[in-house]
């Protein structure tokens, strides 16, 4: 199947610094990637949905401003966490759209990356 | 309610054994996605259903689009099949986006 990749994997960061997590569909191009949150034991939560080009659409409650999300390319979405907090210790995942053949339109995951702020 | 019910929520099996994870949503649907995450987090998509029935391995996925209802079976389960299994939904309506149940977590005792 298709990969999508993550990095970083893990982050340990300080109080007030920004993190930038990127997204890359290795084998295909994906016109539509999704950012996900994850709290332990907890459903993932979509943050935002990402389109190549154009600027994101952000889930009620996730301000857009803290969670700056660039899908510069057909192959690439970065989220950055802004002035990160500990309460935005979490576990961050995205998917991406895409495939070919009768694959299409199927969500294909990241490995994840866990962030923690200190 | 949610829109996407899963049962059972704890799952403890022998290995060997038999499973089978339920799932039922209430909404319109394009298709159903069974996906599979590990201890470390990670998330793989096992099936993305339409209709009817698919098979990969030791893994089925059958769904009834009329009785909005799908099953994961796994047929001679294994310690490491140990993970949780979170059925989603996806429409083409809402761009594809996922609803998710909240999961089931299996275990298989050796």
């Known amino acids: 199947g298709a990969v999508v990749s993550q990095h970083p994997s893990r982050v340990i960061c300080k109080s007030g610094t920004s993190v930038k997590i990127e997204c890359r569909s290795l084998?295909?191009?994906?016109?539509?990637m999704f950012w996900y949150r994850q709290f332990p034991k907890q459903s993932l939560m979509l943050m935002a949905t990402s389109n190549e080009g154009s600027k994101a659409t952000y889930e009620q409650g996730v301000e857009k401003d803290k969670f700056l999300i660039n899908h510069a390319s057909l192959t690439l979405s970065t989220l950055t966490v802004t002035s990160a907090h500990p309460e935005d210790s979490s576990f961050y995942i995205c998917s991406a759209e895409g495939g070919t053949g009768d694959s299409y339109n199927e969500q294909f995951f990241g490995p994840g990356t866990r962030l923690t702020v200190l | 309610k949610n829109e996407v019910e899963q049962s059972p929520q704890n799952l403890t099996a022998q290995e060997g054994e038999f499973i089978t994870i339920n799932c039922s949503y209430s909404?319109?649907?394009?298709?159903l996605h069974w996906l599979q995450q590990h201890p470390g987090g990670g998330i793989v998509s096992l099936f993305m259903?339409?209709?009817g029935k698919k098979k990969h391995g030791r893994l089925i996925a059958t769904i009834n689009i009329q009785e909005k209802h799908s099953s994961l079976h796994i047929t001679a389960s294994h310690p490491r099949d140990s993970a949780v299994y979170i059925c989603a939904v996806s429409n083409r309506g809402s761009n594809y986006k996922l609803t998710f149940g909240k999961g089931t977590l299996l275990t298989v005792n050796p």
């Open positions: 909404v319109g649907i394009s298709a």
């Open positions: 259903l339409s209709s």
């Open positions: 084998d295909f191009q994906a016109t539509t």
